[in-house]
C-alpha cells in the first residue's frame, strides 16, 4: 500500500504531546532520538516532520487527534511529514493510516526507538508501521537524557496488570514491567548533571515499580526514593501515578522521613460507591482507601491529596453519585481530576448495561468540580502565611515575574530570582489556579 512519492529525509521535527505525562516523557526522548539524529526542533508551522505523540484513555482525546492531522496537513507552507506516536498509534496502527490519508508513519509506545528507520522507510515512500510491543526495553536503545529545565520527569515503570473495567491502558502500554535499578540511577544521575532540581518518577502503575538495587536487595519504590535522595543536587522527588493497593508500608514511611520527598500524593480512588468500585474493578474499597489516606496523613500531614474521579460509570445512580460527593468531601482534596465516563472499544464497560445519558453526567461532573474546586481554592487558602521552598521553573507574564512550584505543586508567582533556584517564599495571597509568594522578610516588616 502507499503513497509511492519518495521525498529528502526530514531535516527539522516537532512533537506535539497530548494525555499523561508518561507521553510527555516520550515526546522529550522521541526528540533527543530526533536531534542525535541531526534533526532540529523547529515550530509546527514549519517543521519538515510534525509527529503527534496521542492519547487514547478517553474518546475525545483520540478523536481530536484526526481532526489535528487535517489541519497540519493543509498548514501553510505546505503538507509535513506526518507521524503518529503515541496510545492511539497503538490502538489503531494501520489503521490510523488508512482513516487518513495525510499520515506517513504510525509508532506505538514501545516501539519508537525505531524512529529513525520508520522515518527513512516514510521518506521512501512506504507507509511505516511499528505497534510491535517488543521484550527488550526501548530504553536501552536511546541515546542519553539530558535535561530540559529544573524540573525532569524519569520514566521508571510502564504498563498496567490491573484491567480496571473502563480502562484502555493494559492494552495500549501492555502488562507491568519496571525499568532496572541501575538504568534509573544513571539516568537520575545524567538529568541532575544537566540541571535538573527535581525528578519526578513516573509509571501507569509507579508504586507497583520493583527492582534489584546494586546490593541485590529487592526494592520496591520507596527503596528507590531513599537511593535517589541521596543524590547530591537533587533537591526534590516526586512520583505518579499509583494505585491504592500498591501503597506498601515503606512508601507510606518514607512520606515521613525522606526530606526531598514531596508532599503530594496522586491516589486516585475513582468513585465513592463500594458497587460501583467492584463493577470497576478496582480491587479495594471506599473504607481501605479512606484508612490509607490517614496513614498517609498520619506520617505527613500536610500532605497534598489528588485523584481521578469517573462520573457516570455504567449503572451508576444518583445515590452512588452522592456517595462519590461524600468521599471528595471526608478526603478534602488540594486537586483532583475528574472526567465524564467514556466508552472504549475492547473494555468490558463499553458493553455494560445501563450505560449513563450524556445529560446526567454532565449535570454529575458539574457538581463535582464545582466541589473539587472548592476545595483546591480552600487547600490554597490554607496556606497563605506559611513560609516554603519554590523551585523556579520559568518566568511568569509579567516583566521580572517568575513561575515556580510549591512542596504541594501549587504554581507561584514570585518576583526575581533564576530559573532553577529553590526561592524560600511567604505565600502572600492565593487563587484558584495560582499563588503569590513573597520574599519573607518584606512579610515581617
Ligand atoms: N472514561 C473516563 N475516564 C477514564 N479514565 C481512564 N479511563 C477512562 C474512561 N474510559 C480516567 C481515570 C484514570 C485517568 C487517567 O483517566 O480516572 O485514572
Ligand atoms: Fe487504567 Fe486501572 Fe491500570 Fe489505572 S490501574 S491504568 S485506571 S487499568
Not at 41 to 57: F, G, K, Q, R
Not at 279 to 287: I, K, P, S, W, Y
Not at 415 to 440: F, R, Y
Amino acid at each position: 500500500m502507499g503513497r509511492m512519492m519518495t521525498r529528502p529525509l526530514p531535516k527539522s521535527f516537532h512533537v506535539k504531546s497530548f494525555g499523561c505525562q508518561m507521553n510527555v516523557y516520550d515526546g522529550a526522548r522521541m526528540a533527543e532520538l530526533m536531534e542525535a539524529q541531526g534533526m532540529r526542533e523547529a515550530s509546527a508551522d514549519t517543521a519538515e516532520l510534525v509527529l503527534l505523540n496521542t492519547c487514547h484513555i478517553r474518546e475525545k482525546a483520540a478523536e481530536k487527534v484526526y481532526s489535528d492531522i487535517g489541519r497540519i496537513a493543509r498548514r501553510d507552507g505546505g503538507k509535513p511529514m506526518i507521524a503518529v506516536a503515541g496510545c492511539v498509534a497503538q490502538a489503531e496502527g494501520a489503521e490510523v493510516a488508512r482513516r487518513a490519508r495525510a499520515v506517513d508513519l504510525v509508532v506505538g509506545p514501545q516501539a519508537y526507538h525505531n524512529l529513525p528507520a520508520l522515518i527513512a522507510d516514510a521518506a521512501a515512500g512506504r507507509i511505516a508501521v511499528d505497534t510491535d510491543m517488543p521484550a527488550a526495553s526501548k530504553f536501552d536503545a536511546l541515546p542519553g537524557r539530558r535535561a530540559r529545565g529544573p524540573s525532569a520527569f524519569l520514566t521508571v515503570q510502564e504498563g498496567c496488570d490491573k484491567f480496571c473495567t473502563y480502562c484502555v491502558v493494559p492494552y495500549t502500554r501492555g502488562a507491568e514491567v519496571s525499568r532496572p535499578w541501575g538504568a534509573i540511577v544513571d539516568e537520575a544521575k545524567a538529568l541532575i548533571d544537566g540541571g535538573a532540581r527535581e525528578v519526578t518518577l513516573l509509571g501507569q502503575n509507579v508504586n507497583a515499580w520493583t527492582g534489584t538495587d546494586a546490593q541485590g536487595r529487592v526494592q520496591g519504590l520507596d527503596g528507590l526514593i531513599r537511593v535517589l535522595a541521596e543524590m547530591p543536587g537533587l533537591a526534590r522527588i516526586r512520583y505518579t501515578t499509583s494505585h491504592p493497593n500498591d501503597m506498601a508500608d515503606g512508601l507510606i514511611a518514607a512520606h515521613g522521613d525522606v526530606e526531598k520527598l514531596m508532599p503530594f500524593l496522586h491516589l486516585p480512588v475513582q468513585a465513592g460507591s463500594d458497587r460501583i468500585l467492584k463493577a470497576m474493578n478496582r480491587q479495594h474499597d471506599v473504607a481501605s482507601y479512606l484508612r490509607l489516606i490517614e496513614r498517609v496523613r498520619a506520617v505527613r500531614p500536610d500532605i497534598a491529596i489528588s485523584g481521578d474521579y469517573i462520573v457516570g460509570f455504567p449503572g451508576e445512580t444518583d445515590a452512588e453519585f452522592e456517595e462519590t460527593l461524600a468521599v471528595v468531601r471526608a478526603i478534602g482534596h488540594a486537586q483532583a481530576f475528574s472526567f465524564k465516563y467514556s466508552p472504549r472499544a475492547g473494555t468490558p464497560a463499553a458493553t455494560m448495561e445501563d450505560q449513563v445519558p450524556a445529560e446526567v453526567m454532565d449535570e454529575r461532573l458539574q457538581r463535582l468540580q464545582a466541589l473539587l474546586g472548592e476545595q483546591q481554592l480552600a487547600f490554597n487558602a490554607n496556606t497563605v502565611g506559611r513560609t516554603c521552598d519554590v523551585l523556579i521553573e520559568r518566568d511568569g507574564k509579567l516583566p521580572g515575574q517568575r513561575l515556580g512550584k510549591s512542596p504541594w505543586l501549587q504554581s507561584v508567582l514570585i518576583d526575581g530570582g533564576a530559573i532553577g533556584d529553590l526561592a524560600t517564599v511567604t505565600i502572600a495571597s492565593a487563587g484558584p489556579q495560582s499563588l503569590i509568594g513573597v520574599a519573607p522578610a518584606r512579610v515581617a516588616a
